[in-house]
């Protein structure tokens, strides 16, 4: 399982949310970069880039900032935030960017979505944005009743192959993964599956790994130093030997 640390931009700097709530921000560092580096040293193996203010905008905002990390590290980088025309896509993956995660758009515009993928194949993920099992969109400021796992199920016929799944409701809480809905999910859907939310220690993260994430993203845990990113590689690398 891949350890996946979270680098959020607003205004140009890594913060982090509470529940996607853009009232309750904690600014870490003033320059993402510096955070870009700091994981890369600590030997990530890959980055998870998030645009917070181009997902609510419903474009991508921050071209340069994004385009600065990945001249500054030698990582795979997969940027989600306002993903939502075609060009958008592709400028992005021009720019050297390995993934695209699609939000908004897969519960809006399917067909979309359906067309990167037929274009780009892999270097396309969708993330499930999900409270109470519900997809939420625009930067999460509006909530759907649509299922998460349903939407899931489609777009997996049309050969999106890796989601992001994230609960809203853990995000940022440190309150731990929610694993009924993760298992959920990726029993009904043959794809890997990236988990978002929770996590606040090793142990969360051995418990998503034994639930068969593909991945795990971790934010906050990691920038108050309640995970150190060194610790988390190697428990989860453990993991996948263990009988």
């Not at 203010?53 to 001249?71: C, K, L, S």
């Not at 500054?72 to 306002?82: C, N």
């Not at 519960?107 to 990167?116: C, F, G, N, Q, S």
Request: glycine share 12%; with cysteine; hydrophobic share 45%.
């Amino acid at each position: 399982m891949i350890v996946y640390p979270a680098i959020d931009i607003r205004g140009g700097r890594c913060v982090r949310l509470v529940e996607g709530d853009f009232a309750r921000e904690t600014v870490y560092d003033a320059d993402p970069v510096s955070a870009a580096r700091r994981w890369a040293d600590a030997g990530a193996e890959w980055l998870h880039v998030v645009d917070l203010d181009g997902a609510v905008a419903g474009a991508p905002v921050n071209h340069e900032t994004i385009g600065r990390i990945r001249q500054a590290v030698d990582l795979p980088v997969q940027v989600g935030g306002g993903l939502r025309r075609l060009d958008d896509i592709e400028r992005l993956l021009a720019s050297g960017v390995t993934r695209a995660v699609l939000g908004t758009v897969a519960l809006r515009d399917p067909e979309l979505v359906h067309e990167a993928v037929g274009r780009w194949g892999d270097r396309v993920a969708v993330g499930l944005d999900a409270r109470d099992g519900k997809l939420a969109a625009s930067g999460w400021l509006e909530q759907s009743k649509v299922p998460a796992i349903e939407v899931a199920q489609r777009l997996v016929t049309a050969g999106v192959g890796t989601f992001i799944f994230t609960d809203i409701s853990r995000d940022g809480q440190l309150s731990g993964p929610n694993l009924a809905s993760l298992g959920e999910l990726i029993g009904a859907v043959d794809a890997a599956i990236i988990a978002s939310g929770g996590i606040s220690s090793l142990d969360d993260l051995r418990a998503t790994a034994d639930a068969g994430a593909a991945g795990t993203i971790v934010g906050r845990a990691l920038y108050d130093r309640r995970i150190d990113l060194r610790d988390a590689i190697a428990v989860t690398r453990l993991s996948e030997v263990e009988p």
